[in-house]
């Protein structure tokens, strides 16, 4: 059931609709990035050149070089600290979008079954914001777990997986029932959302690709409920 899933997901990936979905997120998360390059640029020249003026108070010469040295390490710190962000960010824009995506995809392959429920604005903005926050601190656990040797790897994919199949199987089967009864539906299940979430920590181990995870992740978790449903219907 799960490679099949997969497989149908990475395939939706391509639909139009779909592709149409992730250049809004990706066009959206750029603007957010851009909006926050300059924010914060601002705010660092706005913080350093009073602290200068106060440490030299004549301004030598030299002191225009330190300037300069300081203001290339903090494009450089900045530019990979917006890269570092980028997963995160389009994740979180992501969020606003799972519903379309969640109801095309039922559209797609299950047109004669009775399509979910989109989630309350609120209650989406809500899982969003969730979700940045799982994905920010899915990231910092495998990336503290990184120095430490013999488990890094396999720390990276159990926290993720665990992690992201827990959220985004219950996106998915909220569709179709209460939160409450989709999180109880998810314990029952535990074993298969677990690998299933492996599958999407598999996903957001490739760069730049990963940048589809959210994507990808709604329609294989969208497959793996409907199934699940339907043999537990049978």
Known sequence: MLLTAARQALLD?????MRGILWKVLGLSLLCLVALWFAIRSLFLWLAFP???????????WTGWITFVLLIFAAVGLALGLALLMAPVSAFVAGIFLDDAAEHIERLHYPDDPPGTALPVLTAMKEALKFLGIVILGNI???LLLFVPGVNLVAFFLV???LLGREFFEFAAMRFMSPEAARAFRRERGLTVFLAGLVVAGFVAIPIVNLATPLFATAFMIHIVRRMRESAVV
């Open 141 to 143: 656990l495998a990336l």
């Open 160 to 162: 993720n997986g665990y």
């Open 13 to 17: 990936l391509i639909d139009p609709k």
């Open 51 to 61: 602290f200068l003026a106060n440490l030299f108070p004549t301004m030598p010469e």
